[in-house]
């Protein structure tokens, strides 16, 4: 069993920058895939960002591509988002998910993909 933990939201400026941070627990978290979701409010959710365990494969969102960056540390447990250059548009819920598999999936931008979740961290940007 894993259990995600998302910190580090938060209101920023638009052009700002926020660096969000999943711990996880459970010693599972070094083998899988993991990825960022975000929701905005009345929206579904929508697929950010996501990484293999070995750190060597990423794949982003075109909306965040060039201003944010996925990375992770298997030693620490934690998998982090860099995002700069916000926009009011990147205002929304944002939570962590993982797979038991280190590869991506086909479809790695689908929810269905991860098999554990977190509860989610608000970021706000303003304009």
């Known amino acids: 069993q894993v259990q995600l933990v998302e910190s580090g939201g938060g209101l920023v400026q638009a052009g700002g920058s926020l660096r969000l941070s999943c711990a996880a627990s459970?010693?599972?978290?070094?083998?899988?895939?993991m990825a960022w979701f975000r929701q905005a409010p009345g929206q579904e959710r929508e697929f950010v960002a996501a990484?293999?365990?070995?750190?060597?494969?990423?794949k982003y969102a075109d909306s965040v591509k060039g201003r944010f960056t996925i990375s992770r540390d298997n030693a620490e447990n934690t998998v982090d988002l860099q995002m700069n250059s916000l926009k009011p548009e990147d205002t929304a819920v944002y939570s962590c998910?993982?797979?038991?598999?280190?590869?991506?999936?086909?479809?790695?931008?689908?929810?269905?993909?991860?098999?554990?979740w977190g509860q989610g961290t608000q970021v706000t940007v303003s304009s």
């Open positions: 459970g010693r599972t978290f070094s083998n899988g895939a």
């Open positions: 998910a993982g797979r038991r598999s280190p590869i991506l999936g086909i479809n790695p931008d689908i929810a269905t993909e991860y098999d554990y």
């Open positions: 990484i293999t365990r070995s750190g060597g494969s990423t």
